[in-house]
């Protein structure tokens, strides 16, 4: 991956919370309620958003497939051993 803008500098606040400075918030399409994932990379934290797009297109797309009863008679199974 290439660095295509200056870095900036944030800070932590109490509760371990960031500010994304506005321009990566907009390149990235970031807005309140985005999903990211948070993963160790290299010895770097990386915030990997995940675009409501994304999250609209899949949702729905297991329906009928017979996931969740499957997933359910796992958990049954597992509760009894």
């Not at 990235?28 to 409501?52: A, M, R, S, W």
């Amino acid at each position: 991956m290439i660095a295509t803008s200056k870095p900036e500098t944030v800070n932590f606040g109490a509760n371990g919370q960031v500010v994304i400075p506005t321009r990566p918030r907009e390149e990235f399409d970031i807005e309140e309620g985005t999903k990211v994932q948070v993963y160790e990379e290299n010895g770097c934290i990386v915030l990997k958003p995940i675009p409501g797009k994304f999250i609209k297109s899949v949702r729905g797309s297991l329906k009928g497939s017979g996931v969740l009863k499957a997933m359910m008679e796992d958990r049954q199974r597992e509760r009894q051993i």
